[in-house]
Nanobody, 115 residues
Framework: QVQFVESGGGLVQPGESLRLSCAFS????????LGWYRQAPGKQREVIARFFRSGGTNYADSVRGRFAISRDNAKNTMYLQMNGLKATDTAAYYC?????????WGQGTQVTVSS
């Protein structure tokens, strides 16, 4: 069974940085692609960053160049470094496989960007 626990969110000002962490458990072999998702108020949850087993990464246009996804298999942890945060990045952030494992969603971590 795959499980994810997100942490590291908070309230920051525009332009600041945050690093989110995602602790995961379960068989890594079943996690060919891991991803970070976010859901802003009134909007659909969307995947914004992907980490492939090959080590490759992929980003949504809205975060490319500002966010960086990484993974530490020894610690069973994935990270999302977020730089140059904008008000439009305000959302609840989640991690999961891509496509998502339906019963593995964690509680998420809230990121609020406001002056």
């Amino acid at each position: 069974q795959v499980q994810f626990v997100e942490s590291g969110g908070g309230l920051v000002q525009p332009g600041e940085s945050l690093r989110l962490s995602c602790a995961f458990s379960g068989s890594l072999f079943s996690m060919s692609i891991l991803g970070w998702y976010r859901q802003a108020p009134g909007k659909q949850r969307e995947v914004i960053a992907r980490f492939f087993r090959s080590g490759g990464t992929n980003y949504a246009d809205s975060v490319r160049g500002r966010f960086a996804i990484s993974r530490d298999n020894a610690k069973n942890t994935m990270y999302l470094q977020m730089n140059g945060l904008k008000a439009t990045d305000t959302a609840a952030y989640y991690c999961n496989t891509v496509p998502p494992t339906s019963n593995a969603w964690g509680q998420g971590t809230q990121v609020t960007v406001s002056s």
